[in-house]
C-alpha cells in the first residue's frame, strides 16, 4: 500500500530536526502550524532522550491516519509499547517539559566549551557557522585541508570527526570543513579531541 498524497492534497512533509534545542535566535516556528492541512510534521526522540529508544512521532490531519495506521503496519515493524506508553506519560507529566530546559542548559555550555576550545587552539585559523540549533557545528580551516586518510589517522588515535560531505551525495576528495557533534561526549574528551587534531594539522603544515 502506498499513501497518496496528491489525491489527499497534501504537499509537504517537515522533518521537525534540531529544532528542540536553539541556542541563537528565536524558536523557529513549525510550518505544519502554518498550514495544518498540507502539511504532515514527524520529529523523533532521539536526540531529546536517546537514539535506542527508537521513537518518532507523526504530526497529521485526521482524515490521513486511517491510511498511514494501515501502511505502517504493512511496513511488519513495532516498537516497543512499554516504550511508547512510558514515554507518553513522560510528556502528559510535563517532566519532558522539564527535561528539555535541563538539557538545552546542559547542552548551551557544552557548545560553549567546544566553541572556546576551537577559538583557543586554532584562533583566526578557522570560521565556526551552523551553531544555532542542534548539537552540532561545522567548522572551516582556512588553511588546512583533509583527507580519508587523515580523517581515519584521526580515528587510529580514538578521534571521530566527520567530513561536512560525509553527509552528501557530494564526496570530494578533500575538504576544509568538518562536522563536530557535542551530544554524548564531555568536556574533558572534547578537549583532548582538538588538542590531538591541533597536534596533527601542527605536525603537517
Same mark, same amino acid.
Given at each position: 500500500m502506498k499513501l497518496n498524497f496528491h489525491t489527499c492534497s497534501y504537499q509537504f512533509i517537515e522533518n521537525d530536526y534540531n529544532s528542540d534545542f536553539r541556542f541563537k535566535g528565536m524558536p523557529v516556528s513549525s510550518i505544519q502550524l502554518l498550514d495544518p492541512e498540507h502539511v504532515v510534521h514527524i520529529g523523533t526522540f532521539s536526540e531529546t532522550m536517546y537514539p535506542s529508544l527508537r521513537l518518532c512521532y507523526v504530526v497529521m490531519p485526521k482524515e490521513l491516519v486511517s491510511d498511514f495506521d494501515t501502511y505502517f503496519?504493512? #511496513?511488519?515493524? +513495532?516498537?516497543?509499547? @512499554? /516504550?511508547?506508553? $512510558?514515554?507518553?506519560?513522560?510528556?502528559?507529566?510535563?517532566?519532558?517539559?522539564?527535561?528539555?530546559?535541563?538539557?538545552?542548559?546542559?547542552?548551551?555550555?557544552?557548545?560553549?566549551?567546544?566553541?572556546?576550545?576551537?577559538?583557543? #587552539?586554532?584562533? +583566526?585559523?578557522?570560521? @565556526? /557557522?551552523?551553531? $544555532?540549533?542542534?548539537?552540532?557545528?561545522?567548522?572551516?580551516?582556512?588553511?588546512?585541508?583533509?583527507?580519508?586518510?587523515?580523517?581515519e589517522k584521526l580515528q587510529e588515535k580514538g578521534v571521530c570527526m566527520y567530513s561536512l560531505y560525509d553527509f552528501s551525495p557530494v564526496q570530494p576528495e578533500k575538504t576544509n570543513k568538518l562536522l563536530l557533534g557535542y551530544g554524548n561526549i564531555q568536556n574533558d574528551e572534547i578537549k583532548k579531541g582538538l588538542e590531538i587534531l591541533h597536534d596533527m594539522i601542527s605536525q603537517t603544515l
Open positions: 503496519k504493512s #511496513l511488519h515493524h +513495532e516498537t516497543s509499547s @512499554i /516504550s511508547q506508553l $512510558a514515554m507518553m506519560n513522560f510528556i502528559n507529566s510535563s517532566d519532558y517539559d522539564k527535561h528539555l530546559l535541563k538539557m538545552n542548559k546542559v547542552y548551551r555550555n557544552k557548545r560553549k566549551f567546544l566553541i572556546d576550545c576551537l577559538q583557543l #587552539l586554532f584562533r +583566526e585559523e578557522i570560521a @565556526i /557557522s551552523g551553531d $544555532a540549533a542542534g548539537l552540532y557545528l561545522v567548522v572551516e580551516f582556512k588553511n588546512y585541508w583533509f583527507t580519508g586518510n587523515k580523517l
